[in-house]
């Protein structure tokens, strides 16, 4: 079936240490977005990449980093530098520039959870 | 930059009332507007979608938004709920065109009671 793939689902980091979290699509989307999700605060938008080789600041990339190199692939690396990284992370992939695109299609999730 | 408001945050009804959720955007121009729902321990999916064309969208299990552009908002329906309609429901935008990045509302919480 197809889908998205976050790995791990869970994760327990120490503060300081960098983290990288796992997104992984067999949709043949272009597009690929990581969001984080907290309480209150709905879906905010830290990286997006529409082509490989290609990424945008969302509006909360401090802290983050990401990578595109291959179509299916995005990984998040979370930092030290992130304040406050203890979040709920989600992956999701959209098609580009056909009509019905930039509808997007999610992943499980990943909770981070910095002791 | 666009922005969307969502001016409920959590709403609870028993089992066959109506539903309204509120979805205001700010972006002047064309957009694509979207309601996605997390139902307890799902994955976030696509509820209805307005692209063009007719302002009253249809979408899965009953649910109905209306596009009135002239008050930028497109708020979400359903005539008679369900206990099963309890999940977090979140509204979401994005500029027509070009190279652009969908936004999200904080989101709603709906519980309905049997």
């Known amino acids: 079936d197809g889908g998205i793939t976050q790995s791990p689902k869970y994760l327990f980091r120490k503060e300081g240490q960098n983290v990288t979290l796992s997104c992984e699509q067999n949709?043949?989307?272009?597009?690929m977005y990581w969001y984080r999700q907290d309480p209150g605060q709905g879906l905010r938008l830290i990286y997006y990449s529409q082509i490989v080789n290609d990424f945008q600041k969302g509006d909360i990339a401090e802290g983050y980093s990401v990578s595109r190199e291959k179509k299916e692939s995005f990984p998040l690396t979370v930092t030290s530098a992130q304040k406050n990284p203890t979040a709920f992370y989600l992956c999701?992939?959209?098609?580009?520039?056909?009509?019905?695109?930039?509808?997007?299609?999610f992943g499980a999730g990943s909770r981070l959870t910095v002791l | 930059a666009q922005s969307v408001s969502q001016h409920n945050h959590h709403v609870i009804l028993s089992e066959a009332a109506s539903l309204e959720l509120g979805c205001n955007y700010s972006y002047g121009g064309t957009v694509n507007l979207f309601w996605y729902v997390q139902y307890p321990g799902q994955h976030l999916q696509l509820l209805l979608k307005?692209?063009?064309?007719?302002?009253l969208v249809k979408g899965i299990k009953g649910f109905e938004a209306e596009f009135i552009k002239s008050k930028f908002s497109f708020n979400l329906r359903k005539p008679s709920v369900q206990w099963s309609d309890t999940a977090e429901y979140f509204c979401a935008v994005i500029r027509s065109g070009g190279y652009q990045k969908v936004t999200f509302g904080t989101g709603t919480k709906l519980q309905v009671i049997p």
């Open positions: 999701a992939s959209s098609m580009v520039g056909v009509a019905g695109a930039n509808v997007l299609t």
């Open positions: 307005y692209f063009s064309g007719d302002p």
């Open positions: 949709l043949n989307h272009d597009a």
